[in-house]
């Protein structure tokens, strides 16, 4: 069943920027970016000392969103405007870059005739599970982890995937959409374009047709009597 609309977004990083303004007391870090000009990812940290030591990260691009990932605050997940994801298992001391490992795993999925793994549109986590995030990408090819970033599947939906939502209940459940193409037709055929709507119940390995002229989706959840 699906039906209202419902999304979780734990990605409050305007109230981040504005708290970096203060001054810490306590351990902490921040990322202090600017989304339309700046490149660098700095760390703060004073910890029952008057010591302020910063370390500087620089990133390929405007930071576009930031996810804190699992249920220990140790993994924070950044994205930049240039669709690269960047990942830190220490609350920002140190940083990798995902991009390697994303193309590798991008490669390994792709359909006879496909050359571009695209790049992250968007990071998703699910609302039942702080570790698991789904990364949509703008190509077809997406990516799940189930372990905050440290290890990812690539998944080939065979079609950009412009909408996610994740099951509120159900961990392996998801309801997606994406348009049509012109290439998905015969060519005696009209070209036609509307938002197919499709649904996985094991995180993206399969996916079932549901309806087509879809305008707007999300999952409900009927009450027990």
Not at 7 to 22: D, E, I, S, V
């Amino acid at each position: 069943m699906y039906q209202g609309k419902h999304q979780r977004n734990n990605h409050q990083y305007k109230g981040l920027f504005r708290a970096c303004k203060r001054v810490l007391s306590f351990g902490a870090f921040c990322l202090l970016a600017d989304r339309s000009a700046t490149t660098m990812v700095n760390y703060v940290n004073a910890v029952k000392t008057d010591k302020v030591s910063f370390q500087i990260f620089e990133i390929d691009g405007p930071l576009q969103d930031i996810m804190w990932c699992g249920n220990t605050n140790e993994v924070i997940l950044v994205q930049t405007d240039a669709g690269t994801i960047y990942r830190s298992r220490d609350r920002g001391d140190s940083w990798k870059k995902l991009h390697s490992y994303m193309h590798q795993t991008g490669m390994n999925v792709l359909d006879d005739g496909q050359t571009d793994i695209g790049h992250v549109k968007r990071m998703l986590q699910s609302p039942v599970d702080d570790s698991l995030v789904v990364f949509t990408g703008t190509n077809g090819i997406n990516w799940v982890t189930e372990d905050c970033g440290a290890n990812l599947r690539a998944l080939n939906s065979g079609k950009k995937v412009h909408e996610f939502h994740f099951h509120p209940n159900q961990r392996q459940w998801a309801l997606a959409a994406g348009w049509t193409s012109c290439a998905d037709f015969n060519d005696d055929e009209p070209c036609e374009i509307y938002k197919e709507l499709y649904v996985t119940k094991d995180l993206g390995q399969t996916w079932q047709f549901m309806k087509s002229y879809v305008f707007d989706f999300a999952w409900g959840v009927t009450k027990k009597s």
